[in-house]
């Protein structure tokens, strides 16, 4: 095993990997900024967009463009011109909260919660989009959302607020998008001052978390136990996707700059795209939303 740095932006607040196995590209955002980048599997042909408000998720269409969950709202992006085009805003009453970490089921549903941006009171929910672009609230009292993610049948959701030292999963019924019979999956390790941050499952159905702060990817296995940890060359890795040709890459994301004082700083490798070689696992394709 190696870990590698792909791409060096300085991301302030880097989230959200995405492989899209149809344009064999990585995306990933830097949530502070309000900045969408893509580039090849090796850190070529690197690209940019500007969007107009802090971003917390995106995920790609099956019609062109993305979905977005900005800071007020789910958003469309134009790649070709740039364009943002609200949906809805599933919050127009809190002020404090912006939208989070986001993905897709296999039916095309994007699912994706809010958070407090002072990480203090339970006050994000955990929304689901349609394809036909209704709104549905799954669940409530979340301070910090994060990490979803889907077993490899797709009838296990995978959640975490990420205060709270747990790994979630849910019953997920495929043919309504509802979760039910939430239960802790996992007990995250907080004793290095990490929490749960993004999360990915890979093809052997386990779970992969980054521990922010902490300096550490787990890989949890499908019954809850931690089956391997990683050292990270940074503190403050944020989110994990596989991708590459052969899905056998996992990319990790990581911030700039600590959101709060209280936060640990880095060295000068601090908000760089990560990749970890020679793991042994493969990761499953990524759906598009379908609306």
């Known amino acids: 095993m190696h870990i590698d740095i792909v791409v060096d932006v300085k991301t302030t607040l880097g989230e959200g990997p995405l492989w899209d196995v149809d344009e ?169 001052g990490g929490c749960a941050d993004g999360s990915t499952v890979d093809a052997e159905g386990y779970l992969w978390n980054a521990l922010v702060y902490d300096g550490k990817l787990v890989r949890y296995a499908p019954d809850g136990s931690v089956d391997r940890v990683i050292e990270m060359p940074v503190k403050k890795v944020t989110s994990v996707m596989f991708g590459g040709p052969d899905l056998d890459v996992l990319y990790v994301t990581s911030m700039a700059r600590p959101p709060l004082p209280r936060f640990p700083h880095d060295g000068v490798s601090r908000g760089s795209l990560f990749a970890v070689h020679g793991l042994g696992v493969r990761g499953l394709p990524e759906q598009r939303f379908g609306g």
């Open 24 to 192: 064999q590209r990585l995306y990933w955002i830097d949530s502070a900024d309000g900045r969408i980048f893509r580039c090849t599997a090796n850190g070529r042909e690197v690209r940019a967009w500007d969007v107009p408000q802090k971003i917390g998720s995106m995920a790609l269409r099956k019609q062109g463009g993305a979905v977005l969950s900005l800071a007020r709202g789910f958003h469309f992006l134009d790649f070709d011109t740039g364009e943002v085009e609200l949906i809805v805003d599933p919050e127009p009453d809190k002020p404090a909260n912006r939208l989070n970490d986001g993905k897709v089921d296999r039916h095309g549903r994007f699912l994706a919660g809010t958070m407090d941006t002072n990480e203090e009171g339970p006050n994000g929910a955990l929304y689901r989009l349609d394809p036909d672009l209704s709104l549905h609230t799954l669940a409530r009292g979340i301070v910090v959302s994060n990490g979803p993610c889907w077993s490899p049948d797709g009838n296990t959701f995978y959640f975490n607020d990420s205060g709270s030292g747990e790994v979630w999963a849910y019953d997920y019924d495929q043919q309504t998008g509802g979760v039910s019979n939430r239960r802790t999956h996992a007990r995250v390790d907080t004793s290095g």
